[in-house]
């Protein structure tokens, strides 16, 4: 399949899981906790489901790596990779920075990916080699002179271990304390595209809740990679930054990478 028909099924597939996920927006979701005590809803489920039949229909031989329901046909070459409520927090709590994730990964590396953001309508797409979309126009990074000028943004910093945090919170001492954002997960990498946050850092990530955001994040100008600098793929640990302005990497490892050595 071309890049051009891929990039067609995977906003497709945005399209049927906001049909999904529209409805129990703010109405009554089914809270539910999962073993591992994360949050999960209805509109998770059927979102899933409606992605899944969709991939059945169009693509049966490819795989797939889903939040909810699991992985099928894993060992393919081709595996989509699909988040249906990247957030959920935010949206039992009616906040609509949650999103849609869904990526491509060809023999582990993520080559195409989506944030949809189903109630306000936004999305953003990647695809390696094309410039990032944000929904009918370009999305584009912002420069960042120097850290003390940059907006940090993380989703909660109680995600973190004690020793990340305390690399985390040495490098939230290097920007204004006024710039830094908690709470967005997906959104924050969107904007990160868009040129209004200039830094994400997070640990702890599944597959299924970066793949679609390294395609987005680096077609904008951007780059992502783990803790230590190295390039982000399915073989890795969850450990991730996204800088709007790769100047800024060296700056950022000097203080995180040192979280490998403690």
Known sequence: MSMETDLQLACRLADVAGAAIRPYYRGNFGLESKEDASPVTL???????AMR?????????????GEEFGTERGDASRVWVLDPIDGTTSFVAG???????IALIQDGWPVLGIIDQPITQERWIGAIGQ??????GPAQTRRCR?????????????LFTEH?????????GKVARRRIVYGGDCYNYGLVASGHI???????LKLHDFAALIPIVEGAGGMMCDW?????????????????????LEDVLEILSHQHCG
């Open 43 to 49: 509109a998770d489920r059927a979102a899933e489901e």
């Open 53 to 65: 039949l969709l991939l059945a229909h169009e693509v049966p031989r490819d795989g797939i790596i």
């Open 95 to 101: 906040r609509p920075i949650f999103g849609t994730l």
């Open 131 to 136: 410039p990032t979309l944000f929904n009918t």
């Open 146 to 158: 120097e850290l003390s000028d940059a907006i940090l943004g993380t989703t909660s910093p109680h």
């Open 164 to 172: 990340e945090a305390e690399h985390f919170v040495a490098l939230a």
């Open 198 to 204: 200039d830094l994400v850092v997070e640990s702890g």
């Open 228 to 248: 230590a600098g190295h390039p982000l793929n399915a073989q890795s640990a969850g450990d991730v930054i996204a800088l709007g302005d790769p100047a800024r």
